[in-house]
């Protein structure tokens, strides 16, 4: 089993809509957690950081249930330029890798006009 | 400011040749880590560095890889005797401290794209 998965998609959605991806992790001692985004042949960069108490930021939402293992993302009126690949990242502190993240594959997210 | 950066951009070598790839962190970031992400995979990570020194080299693959930081700053990942499975994206990035907070953020360089004929 991977340590964080994601259903890869893609989700083809018009602009305007809502979507959701969701995450789960296998690892109950995850302390962190976050969703990148990745372009096309580019490096992934911080989307947003994932609270448990959960948060947003703009047509953003990002949800965690701890007892669950689960993380979501919700984007609202999607935009053509949301499209990209979303990536679920858990933080292990780790002895010796400090401060290491575990990505998950990704959900890409193609937004059509 | 400027970013991480990574060279070459793109490496086309032939298998059983030795390849290496630099990686220049933000200035002032402690901590680096190396990641590897095949076409239409997710990233794997590979080693990281604090400092000088890498705690934890479980990540990389074989014993062809081999990662080294000089001077606190840029890191070189080197495979020897390339084989075709290597093909894949070779990514850096680094972070202010290695972390005891989990939110430190990574900064991703654009990577090293890697093919192996």
């Known amino acids: 089993r991977k340590e964080v998965e994601q259903d890869p998609g893609p989700f083809n959605v018009p602009e305007g809509a809502t979507v959701a991806f969701n995450c789960t992790y296998s690892n109950s001692a995850s302390q962190s957690f976050f969703w990148y985004r990745q372009d096309c042949r580019k490096e992934p960069k911080l989307l947003m950081s994932?609270?448990?108490s959960g948060n947003e930021d703009g047509r953003f939402t990002a949800q965690l249930n701890r007892a669950s293992q689960y993380i979501s993302l919700l984007i609202r009126d999607s935009k053509l330029s949301d499209s990209a690949t979303y990536l679920c990242v858990v933080n292990l502190i780790h002895n010796n890798a400090g401060n290491m993240l575990t990505f998950g594959g990704g959900t890409r997210l193609m937004v059509k006009p | 400011g400027a970013g991480v950066s990574q060279s070459p951009s793109n490496k086309v070598t032939e298998k059983g040749k030795d390849v290496e790839l630099r990686c220049d962190p933000i200035s002032g970031h402690t901590a680096l880590y190396w990641y590897r992400q095949s076409l239409g995979q997710g990233l794997e990570f590979l080693i990281y560095f604090q400092g000088n020194s890498a705690p934890d080299k479980s990540g990389l693959p074989s014993d062809r890889f081999s990662a080294e930081r000089t001077g606190g700053s840029v890191s070189t990942l080197t495979i020897q005797r390339t084989q075709q499975e290597d093909s894949a994206v070779y990514l850096c990035?680094?972070?202010?401290?290695?972390?005891?907070?989990?939110?430190?953020?990574?900064?991703f360089g654009p990577g090293t794209r890697l093919t192996v004929l």
């Open positions: 990035a680094s972070s202010v401290v290695p972390g005891t907070s989990g939110l430190n953020e990574q900064f």
């Open positions: 994932v609270y448990s």
